[in-house]
């Protein structure tokens, strides 16, 4: 064989090699180009499906907190209407105590001789109270009970309305 021939020879095998190398080339990039892109389908159809699910999570959690806010908004105003009301009520009263329309009085124990102080017995016949011997309140000292009472009745509504607060807040729904 002349040189020449076996350049020619080896120069046709190796194009011929290039060229069956190139065409596996080609086949493993259709081959793996099918399977990428069917992964990457799969993969797209996954994180779709955790947006939809997160999307309804959200959604789910929002309307909780609305329907919370809507729970807390209806406690407040009622606790509102009911502090507001007692506040009247109170208001009234000393109104009352003030212009001598109502008095207060407390009942007295007959039976505790230990006192000493003798207050005279109830009203007579002709009066409208019931029951036991009473004496009659000063007025200023009325008001400063009234007032007490107004205070204790602002806490327990203030309590009432922390209770129920927190009571919505920690109750799962």
Known sequence: MNPGAVKLALVGVL???????????????WRYGGQLAAQALLHQSDLNALSNAAA??????????LALEQRLSASDQFHH??????????????????TADLRL???LDATDSANGCSVPAGTGA??????????????????????????????????AACQAYVKEVSTPK
């Open 56 to 65: 309804a999570q959200v959604r789910t959690d929002q309307d909780k907190r």
């Open 81 to 98: 209407e009911a502090l507001t009301n007692a506040q009247k009520d109170q208001a009234r009263l000393r109104d009352r105590l003030a």
């Open 126 to 159: 002709g009066g409208m109270v019931h029951g036991g011997a009473r004496a009659r309140l000063d007025p200023a000292h009325a008001q400063r009970i009234i007032g007490i009472t107004d205070a204790g009745d602002q806490g327990l509504i203030a309590l």
């Open 15 to 29: 194009a011929l090699l290039l060229i069956t190398a190139g065409g596996v080339w080609k086949v493993q990039d």
């Open 105 to 107: 009085s407390v009942l």
